[in-house]
Each structure stands twice: as structure tokens, then as C-alpha cells.
């Protein structure tokens, strides 16, 4: 009689990686759970986990290697063996490293968790071009973090114990990176007393389940945070303390900054009333340090949505809230900073190009290099970037960069820009259609990684994500694809994937955690009790003392040890007759000014109104797109449980809207921007802005198999690639558009 068996992984079926236990029977999935020993997840996983099995089982998966037979883009394709598709592809790179011309091979990626492995292919082959989408997704929030922080990219709130959340159009009880760790502390701390105010342009279910919801103007996040600052300063509610002693200005000089962001200018340019606005100010303030403000797409996918960011993350740092319990924390997730690569490990490609160090955006460059991505495509059809040959993986470009289905698709389609791509994909995606190679992948369930992500219970930890059923037909794991590759372009590239196997491979990167690959087989995880990290990372004291005659203090309390070559080096700040950490900034502070080389002198988070928006007409509207807690970008419309549940993506307008435009509910009409058009279903709802229309993402696909196709809409040709000049962000959320006519009336 066969068992049952009980394998832990975790899941990917989004980039939150959530423990999963999967339960196994003669080679078929039975069940996917959630896996209690994750620290961040809890043994919860959301829908889209549970039906990943729908992605496992999809009759559509793409089984061999397949090479194009007709044009490229017409969907002629002939099978071929593994040898034929990666000598093919050997043949074509290996004259690029020996030509020393190693950056015309180019690697796009999305959220693909292979946490390193890409990287060593690309930096063993020499090539500085492993570009992903953080610019589409999270970049002016990221860039922001690490400008005023330091010491990390991303903010892990201490929902579990705060008293009350300041939410800047977070989705986290559906989407947000790491969700199904945040809601259920938030949810507890509410049922602890906790308050959940959320501004967002549409009712979204985390504005639901808010005890408020605000909805605001697009991109007017930023005034709002100024204008609940200007409050705070002006009625004296601030950490003075923490303002002198860990941020780099004076009161005096918050003060005078924040003196012209009255509420009544914010109340202009968002909608939300100056009393309202003064009221939440003094809640905040009154609540910390158990205080917090959450952000994420909706206040930072803008052209201002660094600055937005910024003056929001400000407001932790005026009431002191800023690593503190029940305040806004922060801890670094990546799972090699827990165990690093194993060796050996190539050297980091030195050259820098247009596309991967754009010239128009230096502070990204400084900070956070070769993440802009709404560059890459026009850079590459404009001839700024010589392109042999294109490995795309994990990433759907026609179904969701901007102007994805148009320019994204015709530059693809391009054999003069692009000659040759290859894509390692596991379904016949939008991306796989205009590939000239298909090297067929495994999906999560079906390969190895080690992952983690900043963790809500504040300890590092390390998880496993091994095969729970063998991959089908010939699907291999990418890791033993590009083993296979390295070894067949040269030796040198060999040296680097001594492995013999993804497992080997894994086996030898997990070795350095307790119990090994074998532990974390039979748990799932390993979570490091002894290095949790304290709250106030920025007073852990140094090993460095006063007095020390190789330490010396400049008058600002910045504290510098000389090195052997006789060099001076900041080590930390002296506070309280001690030398502590600081946070990881140039003059260990928190920063409410910054020098970018982009300006002259110091900045502050200051509000720039969005330009387009600035004459707006009667007719004219601004478009949102979303995600829904049943759906990945484009990844899981095939997956026929969650289209059960959202299957369709009608735009959400205002009955106000509607009978203006004699709209009715269900019937179609035509939207327009300066990139595109589209009609759509018409979702009448008051639970939007009157001034924004919102179409979901997910939808619209036109390959991806049966089930995804001829579902709904794709947005994404009606917006323009459009970008943060600072922060390097897609400005998703900015876009205008027109109702263009009322259609006929849909079936
Ligand atoms: N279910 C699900 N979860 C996911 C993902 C997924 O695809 N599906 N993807 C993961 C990834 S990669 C990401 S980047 C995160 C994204 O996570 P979130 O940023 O939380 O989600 P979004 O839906 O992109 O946007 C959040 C909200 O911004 C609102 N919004 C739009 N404009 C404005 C504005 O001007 N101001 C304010 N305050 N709100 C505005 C939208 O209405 C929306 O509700 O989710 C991650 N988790
Ligand atoms: N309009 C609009 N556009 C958006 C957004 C939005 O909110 N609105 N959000 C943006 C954001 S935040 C992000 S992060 C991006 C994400 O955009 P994408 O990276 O395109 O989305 P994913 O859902 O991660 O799916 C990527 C693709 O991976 C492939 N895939 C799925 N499973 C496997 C597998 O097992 N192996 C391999 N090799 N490939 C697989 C499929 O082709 C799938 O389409 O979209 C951005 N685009
Ligand atoms: S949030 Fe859902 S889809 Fe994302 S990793 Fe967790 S269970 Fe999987
Ligand atoms: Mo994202």
C-alpha cells in the first residue's frame, strides 16, 4: 500500500516564499500546505500557494527544447534534444568571451529566487548585462531605504506589537513582498487595539479591512506624510532626542522645512481635509514609538515616488519610531547573507554600459546599479546596446513591462536588435513566443533553491525549496541547464560550476547550516535562534573605545580608527560616551538630507506635483492597475482554481463617472492614453476615486494556454514607460487617460 509522504519546500508561486508542506502519493501532488517551522509564514499559505498544483498538472507545459522554424513570433516551432539546444547555444556565446565582447550576451530576469545562481553564470561569462525588473517593481522604494537608512533595502515593520499603522497604499492583506507574514501580525495587533489607517486611490481589501480608509488624489502620498510632519512640528509632538541625536539636522532645521507643508496646501492637492490630516498627525505621534507607516506601489510607482517614500519614512524618524518595537524596524533578508555562495565564485564584471549603468540616472547607478529596467527595451531598439544574443527567464516582458504588448513586443520581434533569443521558461508565455530557443524549465515544486526574505519574527532563517514530483517530459532545473551550459562554452567558465547536479550543488551552498541539506530536507527550515536581531540596531556598541589612540572623534562625534596603511575610516558615532554602530550612512545618521549628483546643494523629501497631472481636464482620468490576492503578475492565469475565483479584469469606475459618461454597469467602453487604447468591461463601484479608473493586472494573456487566454484585458499598452529621475522607478501609477466612447454593449 502506498503512503502518503510529507515533503517540505516552499512555494513560488510569488516572490513572498512561504514554507509549504506538500503531501505526495504515488508521484501526484495531493495537497499543498503551509509549513508551521517558517518563521515568517506560520504554517499559513494564501490561495495562490495551495492551487500551485494546477501549475504542476497544466496539460499545457512545454515538455522539450524547442527551436523556431518559421519567423520569428509565428508560433512554428520544431522539438529538439537537449544536446542540439544547448551546442546551439554554446556555439553562438563562446565566440563572445573569445572575442572579448562577452556584454553582447544580455540576461533579463524577473523574480526568478535563484538567490546567485544567475549571477555566477553571468559574471563567469563576463557580462555586466543581468538586468531584472526592480525598476518595474520596487526600486524608489528600495533606493530610499538605502539612501536615508543604509543599512538595508526594504523595511520589515513591527506589525505584531504597534498601536497604530499609517498605511501609504500597501496592499499587504493581498499583495505587498512578504504578506502572508505582515497581515496575520497586523490582523493581531488590531485585535490587540492596533488602528489601520490606509490611504489608497481605490477600496482595496486591505482598505476593507482598515478601521479607515482615505481615498486620496494619485501620487499625492507625499504631501500628505509633509503635511502630517508639518503637524507634528508645529504642535511640538515630536522625538526631540531622537531628532538631535540620529538624524542629520537640527529641530530648527526640520522645522523650517517642514513650516510650508500646512495641511490646507495637502487638503489642495490630495482631497483629504486638513482636520483629518491633523488629527491622524497627532494619533501617530501620540501612539509612538509603537507607530508605523507602511508603503508600498501605490505611494512609490510615480515619478515622485522617491521623494514620496522618503518624506514618508521621515515620519517614523520625527516620532522616533524608527527601530523600535512596535515601530518601524528593518533586518537584511537575503539568504546569502545567512550562507553565502559556495566558491568558487568568478570576479564581478567591471565593464559599465549605457544599459547597465544608465547616465540618466547616476544616484541608481551610485546606490543600487543596473536596476533601472524601463531603459532597457527603448535602449536596445535605439541601438544604444549591441545585442547578440537575449536570455530572458522567469520574466514576461510583452504581458507586463510598460508598453509591454507594442514597443516591448515589436523590439522583440526585432532580429536586427535582437539575433538571437533564448528563453528558460515553463509555460508557452507571451515571452516564449518570440524566443528563437525554448529550453524548457521545471517549475518550483520540481527544483532546488535555498531562500529566504526579510522575516516578520526578526530571525534569519534559511528554507529549502527541493523537487516534490519529478519534473515532466524533459523540464530541467536551471541550475543543471547552466551547469550543462558553462561546461559546454569553455573551461574557464567550467572552473566556476564544479557541480554535478542542482542538488550537489545545493547540498555543498547548504552545508555551513546545522544538519545540512539532510536537516533541512526532512524540516523545511533552519531558523537561527541565537542572532535575532534587537531593536535599535543603530546603538549595538562597537568594539572600538575612546580613548584608543588609533580612534579619533571629529566635532560632529563621528568616530574614525586609523588602518594599518595609516588611513582614516568612519567606524561609528559616539553616543553616551560610547562608540555604536550608527546606521550605515556616510555620517552614521539618519538621513533627512541627502546630496545626489543629480542637484546641486542638500535635498530634503520635498513634494514635485506630477507634471502630467498638473492640467488636468474634465475628461481627463487616471488609470491604476493592481493585483489581486488570487493572482501573480502574469504567472498564474493558467492556473484554473484562482480564474475560478478572479477570472476576468473589468475597469472599476465611479457611478459619478459613469452616468456622466452614460456608462452602464457591464457594458464596454473605450479607454485612450498617448501610448494606446483599449476597451474594457465597465465594474461600477464607489469604492474608487472619482478622479482614477483601475484595471487589475493578470489578465489578457494571449498565449499561456487555454485556460489564461481570452480572459479579460492587458493595461500595460496603454502605459508609458516612465520613470522616476531619481529614484529610477516605473511611474506606473501616473498614467492619464480619456474615456474615449461608449462601445456596444458587451454579450
Ligand atoms: N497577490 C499577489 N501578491 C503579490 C504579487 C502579486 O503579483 N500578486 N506580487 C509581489 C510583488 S512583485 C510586488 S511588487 C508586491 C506589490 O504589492 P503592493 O504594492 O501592495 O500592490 P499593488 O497592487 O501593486 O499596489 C498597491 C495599491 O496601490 C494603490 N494605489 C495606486 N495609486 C495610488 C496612489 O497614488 N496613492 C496610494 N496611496 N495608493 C495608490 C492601488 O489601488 C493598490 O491597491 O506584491 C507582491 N505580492
Ligand atoms: N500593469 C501592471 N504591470 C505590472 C505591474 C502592475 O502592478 N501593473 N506590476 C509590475 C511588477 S511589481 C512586477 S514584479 C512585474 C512582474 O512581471 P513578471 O515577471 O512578468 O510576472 P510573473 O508573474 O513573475 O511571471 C513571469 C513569467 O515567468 C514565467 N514562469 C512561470 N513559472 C515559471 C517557472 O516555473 N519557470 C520559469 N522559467 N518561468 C516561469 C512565465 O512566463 C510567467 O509569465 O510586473 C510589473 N508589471
Ligand atoms: S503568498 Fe501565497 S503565492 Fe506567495 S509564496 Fe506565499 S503561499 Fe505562495
Ligand atoms: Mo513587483
Same mark, same amino acid.
Given at each position: 500500500?502506498?503512503?502518503?509522504?510529507?515533503?517540505?519546500?516552499?512555494?513560488?508561486?510569488?516572490?513572498?516564499?512561504?514554507?509549504?508542506?506538500?503531501?505526495?502519493?504515488?508521484?501526484?501532488?495531493?495537497?499543498?500546505?503551509?509549513?508551521?517551522?517558517?518563521?515568517?509564514?506560520?504554517?499559513?499559505?494564501?490561495?495562490?500557494?495551495?492551487?500551485?498544483?494546477?501549475?504542476?498538472?497544466?496539460?499545457?507545459?512545454?515538455?522539450?527544447?524547442?527551436?523556431?522554424?518559421?519567423?520569428?513570433?509565428?508560433?512554428?516551432?520544431?522539438?529538439?534534444?537537449?544536446?542540439?539546444?544547448?551546442?546551439?547555444?554554446?556555439?553562438?556565446?563562446?565566440?563572445?568571451?573569445?572575442?572579448?565582447?562577452?556584454?553582447?550576451?544580455?540576461?533579463?530576469?524577473?523574480?526568478?529566487?535563484?538567490?546567485?545562481?544567475?549571477?555566477?553564470?553571468?559574471?563567469?561569462?563576463?557580462?555586466?548585462?543581468?538586468?531584472?525588473?526592480?525598476?518595474?517593481?520596487?526600486?524608489?522604494?528600495?533606493?530610499?531605504i538605502r539612501a536615508a537608512l543604509g543599512d538595508a533595502d526594504w523595511d520589515t515593520?513591527?506589525?505584531?506589537?504597534?498601536?497604530?499603522?499609517?498605511?501609504?497604499?500597501?496592499?499587504?492583506?493581498?499583495?505587498?513582498?512578504?504578506?502572508?507574514?505582515?497581515?496575520?501580525?497586523?490582523?493581531?495587533?488590531?485585535?490587540?487595539?492596533?488602528?489601520?489607517?490606509?490611504?489608497?486611490?481605490?477600496?482595496?481589501?486591505?482598505?476593507?479591512?482598515?478601521?479607515?480608509?482615505?481615498?486620496?488624489?494619485?501620487?499625492?502620498?507625499?504631501?500628505?506624510?509633509?503635511?502630517?510632519?508639518?503637524?507634528?512640528?508645529?504642535?511640538?509632538?515630536q522625538d526631540i532626542e531622537f531628532l538631535e541625536d540620529w538624524t542629520n539636522a537640527t529641530l530648527e532645521e526640520w522645522?523650517?522645512?517642514?513650516?510650508?507643508?500646512?495641511?490646507?496646501?495637502?487638503?489642495?492637492?490630495?482631497?483629504?481635509?486638513?482636520?483629518?490630516?491633523?488629527?491622524?498627525?497627532?494619533?501617530?505621534?501620540?501612539?509612538?514609538p509603537?507607530?508605523?507607516?507602511?508603503?508600498?506601489?501605490? /505611494?512609490?510607482?510615480?515619478?515622485?515616488?522617491?521623494?514620496?517614500?522618503?518624506?514618508?519614512l521621515c515620519?517614523n524618524a520625527l516620532?522616533g519610531s524608527l527601530g523600535k518595537k512596535?515601530g518601524c524596524c528593518w533586518i537584511r533578508g537575503d539568504?546569502n547573507d545567512t550562507v553565502p555562495?559556495?566558491?568558487?565564485?568568478?570576479?564581478k564584471?567591471?565593464?559599465?554600459?549605457?544599459?547597465?549603468?544608465?547616465?540618466?540616472?547616476?544616484?541608481?547607478?551610485q546606490l543600487?546599479?543596473?536596476?533601472?529596467?524601463?531603459?532597457?527595451?527603448?535602449?536596445?531598439?535605439?541601438?544604444?546596446?549591441?545585442?547578440?544574443?537575449?536570455?530572458?527567464?522567469?520574466?514576461?516582458?510583452?504581458?507586463?513591462?510598460?508598453?509591454?504588448?507594442?514597443?516591448?513586443?515589436?523590439?522583440?520581434?526585432?532580429?536586427?536588435?535582437?539575433?538571437?533569443?533564448?528563453?528558460?521558461?515553463?509555460?508557452?508565455?507571451?515571452?516564449?513566443?518570440?524566443?528563437?530557443?525554448?529550453?524548457?524549465?521545471?517549475?518550483?515544486?520540481?527544483?532546488?533553491?535555498?531562500?529566504?526574505?526579510n522575516?516578520?519574527?526578526f530571525k534569519p532563517?534559511?528554507?529549502?525549496?527541493?523537487?516534490?514530483?519529478?519534473?515532466?517530459?524533459?523540464?530541467?532545473?536551471?541550475?543543471?541547464?547552466?551547469?550543462?551550459?558553462?561546461?559546454?562554452?569553455?573551461?574557464?567558465? /567550467?572552473?566556476?560550476?564544479?557541480?554535478?547536479?542542482?542538488?550537489?550543488?545545493?547540498?555543498?551552498?547548504?552545508?555551513p547550516?546545522?544538519?545540512?541539506?539532510?536537516?533541512?530536507?526532512?524540516?523545511?527550515?533552519?531558523?537561527s535562534e541565537s542572532a535575532s536581531v534587537p531593536y535599535e540596531p543603530y546603538l549595538t556598541e562597537t568594539a572600538y573605545t575612546l580613548g584608543d589612540p588609533n580612534i579619533s572623534v571629529d566635532e560632529d562625534g563621528l568616530a574614525y580608527l586609523r588602518g594599518e596603511d595609516g588611513n582614516w575610516s568612519v567606524v561609528g558615532r559616539v553616543w553616551k560616551g560610547k562608540i555604536v554602530k550608527g546606521f550605515s550612512t556616510s555620517d552614521r545618521r539618519f538621513q533627512c538630507k541627502l546630496t545626489i549628483?543629480?542637484?546641486?546643494?542638500e535635498?530634503?523629501?520635498?513634494?514635485?506635483?506630477?507634471?502630467?497631472?498638473?492640467?488636468?481636464?474634465?475628461?481627463?482620468?487616471?488609470?491604476?492597475?493592481?493585483?489581486?490576492?488570487?493572482?501573480?503578475?502574469?504567472?498564474?492565469?493558467?492556473?484554473?482554481?484562482?480564474?475560478?475565483?478572479?477570472?476576468?479584469?473589468?475597469?472599476?469606475?465611479?457611478?459619478?463617472?459613469?452616468?456622466?459618461?452614460?456608462?452602464?454597469?457591464?457594458?464596454?467602453?473605450?479607454?485612450?492614453?498617448?501610448?494606446?487604447?483599449?476597451?474594457?468591461?465597465?465594474?461600477?463601484?464607489?469604492?474608487?476615486?472619482?478622479?482614477?479608473?483601475?484595471?487589475?493586472?493578470?489578465?489578457?494573456?494571449?498565449?499561456?494556454?487555454?485556460?489564461?487566454?481570452?480572459?479579460?484585458?492587458?493595461?500595460?499598452?496603454?502605459?508609458?514607460?516612465?520613470?522616476?529621475?531619481?529614484?529610477?522607478?516605473?511611474?506606473?501609477?501616473?498614467?492619464?487617460?480619456?474615456?474615449?466612447?461608449?462601445?456596444?454593449?458587451?454579450?
Amino acid at each position: 500500500m502506498s503512503v502518503v509522504q510529507q515533503i517540505p519546500t516552499m512555494c513560488l508561486n510569488c516572490s513572498t516564499v512561504c514554507g509549504m508542506v506538500a503531501k505526495v502519493k504515488d508521484g501526484r501532488i495531493l495537497k499543498l500546505e503551509g509549513n508551521p517551522k517558517d518563521p515568517n509564514s506560520r504554517g499559513k499559505l494564501c490561495a495562490k500557494g495551495q492551487a500551485a498544483i494546477n501549475m504542476v498538472e497544466d496539460p499545457e507545459r512545454m515538455l522539450y527544447p524547442l527551436r523556431r522554424k518559421g519567423p520569428r513570433g509565428s508560433g512554428d516551432w520544431e522539438r529538439i534534444t537537449w544536446k542540439e539546444a544547448l551546442d546551439t547555444l554554446a556555439t553562438r556565446l563562446r565566440p563572445l568571451r573569445q572575442e572579448q565582447r562577452p556584454e553582447e550576451l544580455v540576461v533579463l530576469y524577473g523574480r526568478d529566487r535563484t538567490n546567485g545562481f544567475l549571477e555566477r553564470f553571468t559574471d563567469a561569462f563576463g557580462t555586466p548585462h543581468r538586468l531584472g525588473h526592480r525598476g518595474l517593481c520596487s526600486l524608489n522604494k528600495r533606493m530610499t531605504i538605502r539612501a536615508a537608512l543604509g543599512d538595508a533595502d526594504w523595511d520589515t515593520p513591527d506589525l505584531e506589537h504597534t498601536r497604530f499603522i499609517l498605511n501609504f497604499g500597501s496592499n499587504f492583506y493581498e499583495a505587498h513582498q512578504g504578506h502572508v507574514g505582515m497581515l496575520q501580525r497586523a490582523a493581531k495587533a488590531k485585535r490587540d487595539g492596533a488602528r489601520l489607517i490606509t490611504f489608497d486611490v481605490r477600496l482595496s481589501n486591505t482598505a476593507a479591512q482598515s478601521d479607515q480608509w482615505i481615498p486620496l488624489f494619485p501620487g499625492t502620498d507625499g504631501i500628505v506624510a509633509l503635511a502630517i510632519g508639518h503637524v507634528i512640528l508645529r504642535e511640538n509632538l515630536q522625538d526631540i532626542e531622537f531628532l538631535e541625536d540620529w538624524t542629520n539636522a537640527t529641530l530648527e532645521e526640520w522645522r523650517q522645512h517642514y513650516s510650508v507643508y500646512t495641511p490646507e496646501w495637502a487638503e489642495r492637492e490630495s482631497g483629504v481635509s486638513a482636520e483629518l490630516l491633523t488629527s491622524l498627525a497627532r494619533e501617530f505621534a501620540s501612539q509612538a514609538p509603537r507607530a508605523l507607516t507602511l508603503t508600498n506601489r501605490g /505611494a512609490h510607482a510615480h515619478e515622485n515616488g522617491f521623494h514620496n517614500e522618503w518624506a514618508i519614512l521621515c515620519l517614523n524618524a520625527l516620532v522616533g519610531s524608527l527601530g523600535k518595537k512596535g515601530g518601524c524596524c528593518w533586518i537584511r533578508g537575503d539568504v546569502n547573507d545567512t550562507v553565502p555562495q559556495p566558491g568558487p565564485l568568478p570576479p564581478k564584471p567591471k565593464a559599465r554600459t549605457e544599459l547597465s549603468h544608465p547616465s540618466v540616472f547616476p544616484y541608481v547607478n551610485q546606490l543600487y546599479p543596473k536596476a533601472v529596467s524601463s531603459t532597457i527595451f527603448p535602449y536596445i531598439a535605439e541601438g544604444k546596446a549591441k545585442v547578440d544574443t537575449l536570455l530572458s527567464y522567469y520574466v514576461n516582458a510583452p504581458m507586463s513591462w510598460p508598453e509591454g504588448p507594442t514597443f516591448v513586443k515589436q523590439t522583440l520581434l526585432d532580429e536586427e536588435k535582437i539575433p538571437f533569443h533564448v528563453v528558460i521558461d515553463a509555460f508557452y508565455s507571451e515571452m516564449a513566443e518570440v524566443a528563437d530557443l525554448i529550453l524548457p524549465d521545471a517549475t518550483f515544486l520540481e527544483k532546488w533553491d535555498l531562500d529566504a526574505r526579510n522575516s516578520f519574527a526578526f530571525k534569519p532563517y534559511v528554507g529549502l525549496r527541493q523537487p516534490v514530483v519529478p519534473p515532466p517530459g524533459e523540464c530541467r532545473d536551471i541550475r543543471e541547464t547552466l551547469i550543462d551550459l558553462a561546461h559546454r562554452i569553455d573551461e574557464d567558465m /567550467a572552473e566556476y560550476f564544479p557541480f554535478e547536479s542542482a542538488e550537489h550543488f545545493v547540498r555543498v551552498w547548504a552545508a555551513p547550516v546545522p544538519g545540512g541539506l539532510e536537516g533541512l530536507k526532512a524540516e523545511g527550515m533552519w531558523t537561527s535562534e541565537s542572532a535575532s536581531v534587537p531593536y535599535e540596531p543603530y546603538l549595538t556598541e562597537t568594539a572600538y573605545t575612546l580613548g584608543d589612540p588609533n580612534i579619533s572623534v571629529d566635532e560632529d562625534g563621528l568616530a574614525y580608527l586609523r588602518g594599518e596603511d595609516g588611513n582614516w575610516s568612519v567606524v561609528g558615532r559616539v553616543w553616551k560616551g560610547k562608540i555604536v554602530k550608527g546606521f550605515s550612512t556616510s555620517d552614521r545618521r539618519f538621513q533627512c538630507k541627502l546630496t545626489i549628483p543629480e542637484r546641486d546643494g542638500e535635498i530634503w523629501p520635498t513634494y514635485h506635483p506630477i507634471r502630467s497631472h498638473q492640467d488636468l481636464n474634465e475628461e481627463d482620468f487616471v488609470l491604476t492597475t493592481f493585483k489581486w490576492n488570487v493572482h501573480t503578475q502574469s504567472r498564474t492565469a493558467n492556473q484554473a482554481w484562482l480564474t475560478e475565483i478572479v477570472g476576468d479584469n473589468p475597469c472599476w469606475i465611479h457611478p459619478r463617472t459613469a452616468k456622466a459618461y452614460g456608462i452602464q454597469a457591464g457594458k464596454e467602453f473605450r479607454i485612450t492614453s498617448k501610448t494606446g487604447e483599449l476597451v474594457v468591461k465597465a465594474h461600477l463601484t464607489e469604492a474608487i476615486h472619482p478622479r482614477v479608473l483601475a484595471i487589475s493586472a493578470s489578465f489578457g494573456h494571449w498565449q499561456y494556454g487555454k485556460t489564461a487566454q481570452g480572459k479579460g484585458v492587458n493595461p500595460n499598452g496603454l502605459i508609458p514607460d516612465w520613470t522616476d529621475p531619481i529614484g529610477g522607478g516605473q511611474a506606473w501609477n501616473d498614467t492619464v487617460v480619456r474615456i474615449d466612447m461608449v462601445a456596444e454593449a458587451a454579450e
